[in-house]
């Protein structure tokens, strides 16, 4: 059978690269399409030689142009650091929206399954606990994380009108706070940052007093996760990430005892808009794609330390 071909936009990126990588090993053809603002070229490094995959250079905020026949749309390009949302807000605004509208026209004249990278953000700093899809959320439009929770529900918003109006197959994912190898050391993100800093023997910086609560994922189990979204026929929102829930002080105790490291702790500013708590709740890709995570935070935190020390 001839192979499919996926696009994905913001491939050369942490999850996109991993995404890349998954694809290519479950026999599809993939063509990636990033402009590096926060992607690398690093991360594609082993398959620039594979016949199947493909780099296009470009911005997805432009008009997309790709010849030949794709079967799905992957649209992942995004600015998904808050600190990457605080340098670039424009940027992060455009490609949620502009970006998303570009792709989704790609996938509408490819008559392609299109999938939406949205995020546990649209549900901002949450009222409700554990959060589920029915959540509307709780978001400051104008607050400084405005520029990404916005764009994403702007995304979802125009993806569900693609779905109604021109009958496209489309798929948002939800993603939860996911780490793992190829993040930036200067990713910004606690989980890098922590063990960045505790390899290097600098203070880990604790931002508030380090009691607001993430749920971690690895990247296997979330990639896992949207290969079955993908291929499922669901249309509405679907929650991906670990439910196990850790405060931030939490983190630091694993990430000292897992690196050995002697580094101390210091306190910042909570950032404006910091969601307090956030944990997502996971029924329904458990009942509709036969899915959970599989890998404890230790376990997964020892194969991204042993990737931050090479
Ligand atoms: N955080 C922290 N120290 C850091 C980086 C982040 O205490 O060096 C906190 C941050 O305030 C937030 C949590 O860790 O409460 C997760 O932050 P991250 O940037 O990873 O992503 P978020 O879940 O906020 O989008």
Same mark, same amino acid.
């Given at each position: 059978?001839?192979?499919?071909?996926?696009?994905?936009?913001?491939?050369?990126?942490?999850?996109?690269?991993?995404?890349?990588?998954?694809?290519?090993?479950?026999?599809?053809?993939?063509?990636?399409?990033?402009?590096?603002?926060?992607?690398?070229?690093?991360?594609?490094?082993?398959?620039?030689?594979?016949?199947?995959?493909?780099?296009?250079?470009?911005?997805?905020?432009?008009?997309?142009?790709?010849?030949?026949?794709?079967?799905?749309?992957?649209?992942?390009?995004?600015?998904?650091?808050?600190?990457?949302?605080?340098?670039?807000?424009?940027?992060?605004?455009?490609?949620?929206?502009?970006?998303?509208?570009?792709?989704? /026209?790609?996938?509408?004249?490819?008559?392609?399954?299109?999938?939406?990278?949205?995020?546990?953000?649209?549900?901002?700093?949450?009222?409700?606990?554990?959060?589920?899809?029915?959540?509307?959320?709780?978001?400051?439009?104008?607050?400084?994380?405005?520029?990404?929770?916005?764009?994403? %529900?702007?995304?979802?918003?125009?993806?569900?009108?693609?779905?109604?109006?021109?009958?496209?197959?489309?798929?948002?994912?939800?993603?939860?706070?996911?780490?793992?190898?190829?993040m930036r050391h200067n990713d910004g993100r606690v989980v890098p940052n922590f063990i960045?800093?505790?390899?290097?023997?600098?203070?880990?910086?604790?931002?508030?007093?380090?009691?607001?609560?993430?749920?971690?994922?690895?990247?296997?189990?979330?990639?896992?996760?949207?290969?079955?979204?993908?291929?499922? /026929?669901?249309?509405?929102?679907?929650?991906?990430?670990?439910? %196990?829930?850790?405060?931030?002080?939490q983190l630091v105790k694993l990430v000292l005892k897992l690196t050995s490291s002697k580094?101390?702790?210091?306190?910042?500013?909570?950032?404006?808009?910091?969601?307090?708590?956030?944990?997502?709740?996971?029924? %329904?890709?458990?009942?509709?794609?036969?899915?959970?995570?599989?890998?404890?935070?230790?376990?997964?935190?020892? %194969?991204?330390?042993?990737?931050?020390?090479?």
């Amino acid at each position: 059978m001839a192979k499919q071909t996926v696009l994905i936009t913001g491939g050369a990126g942490f999850i996109g690269s991993h995404l890349c990588q998954k694809l290519l090993a479950g026999n599809y053809k993939v063509i990636c399409l990033d402009n590096f603002i926060t992607g690398s070229r690093n991360n594609l490094e082993p398959f620039l030689k594979n016949k199947n995959f493909r780099l296009e250079v470009c911005n997805v905020c432009n008009y997309i142009d790709i010849p030949g026949k794709i079967d799905y749309v992957l649209h992942c390009a995004s600015l998904a650091s808050p600190k990457d949302y605080l340098d670039f807000p424009i940027q992060t605004l455009k490609v949620g929206s502009l970006g998303t509208h570009n792709a989704l /026209g790609l996938a509408k004249k490819k008559k392609a399954v299109f999938v939406l990278f949205s995020t546990s953000e649209v549900y901002g700093d949450p009222l409700e606990h554990p959060q589920k899809e029915s959540y509307w959320g709780h978001v400051n439009s104008i607050g400084v994380r405005g520029c990404y929770d916005e764009s994403k %529900r702007f995304a979802e918003a125009m993806t569900m009108a693609y779905h109604r109006v021109h009958k496209i197959d489309t798929k948002i994912v939800r993603i939860f706070n996911t780490y793992g190898p190829r993040m930036r050391h200067n990713d910004g993100r606690v989980v890098p940052n922590f063990i960045d800093q505790a390899l290097k023997g600098k203070a880990l910086t604790v931002y508030g007093e380090g009691q607001q609560t993430r749920s971690f994922c690895y990247i296997d189990d979330l990639t896992d996760g949207i290969l079955r979204l993908m291929l499922s /026929g669901e249309n509405l929102p679907v929650n991906l990430g670990n439910h %196990r829930e850790f405060t931030i002080m939490q983190l630091v105790k694993l990430v000292l005892k897992l690196t050995s490291s002697k580094s101390k702790v210091v306190f910042r500013k909570l950032p404006q808009d910091d969601p307090r708590q956030r944990q997502p709740d996971i029924t %329904r890709a458990k009942k509709l794609l036969g899915w959970e995570p599989i890998v404890p935070l230790e376990d997964g935190l020892k %194969r991204t330390i042993s990737w931050f020390k090479r």
